[in-house]
């Protein structure tokens, strides 16, 4: 299964997934499958020692998570599932490959992903990687969109990364919600380009990745970041992974192309909490992004939002006042174990 193909789906999941990983892989391999030629999943088995990347359930939802996997890979045999290895000697190989160093954290100085992001692109073979989050959703489900987001990439030499529409297109072409303010059109219909990428969702050929953009430099936490990984027992070398790739491309000077794409095209929707709200209404939310049942106050953001499903509870317990009470009481029961 590790053949060179001409288009991966990489995907990175971890134990903590396994609440929504089954109905959304199903929904993923739906949209893409009959464009690609292999499903990579990248289960990374590591918990973060403290903070809102850890489980105290760690075991039984990885339990949880291989018997889905199990259930689907025998459904689908294009798909391959690798666990991230974390061994001096493979980390080494990883860090020497991506940033010329002998070595890099696991995690982010939050306690989020890192190494397995890395990882899980180390072991892509594939002319064209399309790698997300396990948590994708995706509409248009236009088949001709790879070949298009291929031919930007093959002809653009400061493009080094291609997603779908950051949200369902707005009938005026207006993008809501995000916060990169360098945003500007791009020299083809409905498409967007932008100084920074997200490890939610991008495109490109891992050769342009060491032709273009060559290995990537490394983004410190700043002082009161690394307190709270000290505080927390995270790792303090490094800003998530998707602010390292955001600063080597501002450094090199390449794009990121967001790209609708000809006719119903694809775009891209994620879900900016996890509710168990959520959870029970994911069948139906999936159903309506595939048929393009979309209420008019959608059209536009890249996240999921009330007009879809009702994330008041989670705002609610996601204030300012809130997340600190949150950390603080992480960095006590930290101290107390």
């Excluded at 893409?32 to 359930?57: A, F, K, M, P, Q």
């Excluded at 949880?64 to 980390?91: C, M, P, Q, W």
């Excluded at 291929?150 to 030499?157: F, G, V």
Aim: proline letters at 5%; charged letters at 25%; one cysteine or more.
């Amino acid at each position: 299964m590790n053949e060179m193909v001409n288009r991966e789906l990489q995907i990175n999941i971890h134990p903590n997934d396994h609440k929504h990983f089954e109905i959304l892989l199903r929904h993923q391999i739906k949209a893409w499958g009959s464009t690609i030629d292999r499903v990579r999943l990248t289960l990374d088995l590591h918990n973060s020692e403290s903070g809102r990347y850890r489980s105290d359930h760690f075991a039984d939802n990885l339990r949880k998570i291989y018997s889905i996997i199990n259930l689907i890979a025998g459904e689908y045999s294009f798909i391959t599932v690798d666990e991230v290895d974390t061994s001096a000697e493979i980390r080494h190989a990883v860090a020497h490959k991506f940033f010329n160093k002998h070595d890099i954290p696991i995690k982010a100085w939050d306690g989020g992903p890192f190494y397995s992001y890395l990882y899980g692109l180390w072991k892509v073979r594939a002319r064209t990687v399309i790698h997300m989050d396990s948590d994708m959703m995706f509409g248009g489900l236009s088949r001709t969109w790879i070949d298009e987001a291929e031919d930007i990439l093959d002809t653009d030499t400061n493009v080094i990364y291609v997603a779908p529409l950051s949200g369902p297109p707005h009938p005026e072409g207006i993008l809501k919600g995000q916060s990169d303010t360098s945003v500007r059109p791009y020299s083809r219909p409905r498409s967007y380009a932008f100084n920074s990428v997200s490890t939610r969702l991008f495109v490109t050929r891992p050769q342009l990745i060491e032709s273009r953009m060559g290995y990537l430099e490394g983004v410190r936490p700043s002082f009161n970041q690394q307190l709270k990984a000290f505080l927390l027992g995270n790792p303090p070398q490094s800003r998530e992974f998707e602010a390292v790739l955001s600063h080597t491309l501002q450094q090199r000077k390449l794009i990121r192309v967001d790209y609708l794409g000809k006719e119903q095209g694809m775009w891209s929707l994620h879900p900016p909490f996890r509710t168990e709200q959520f959870y029970q209404d994911l069948p139906a939310i999936i159903h309506r992004i595939e048929t393009g049942d979309l209420p008019d106050e959608q059209r536009g953001y890249y996240n999921l939002n009330d007009s879809m499903c009702d994330w008041s509870a989670a705002r609610q317990n996601n204030t300012k006042v809130q997340r600190m009470y949150n950390h603080a009481l992480r960095i006590i029961n930290r101290r107390l174990i």
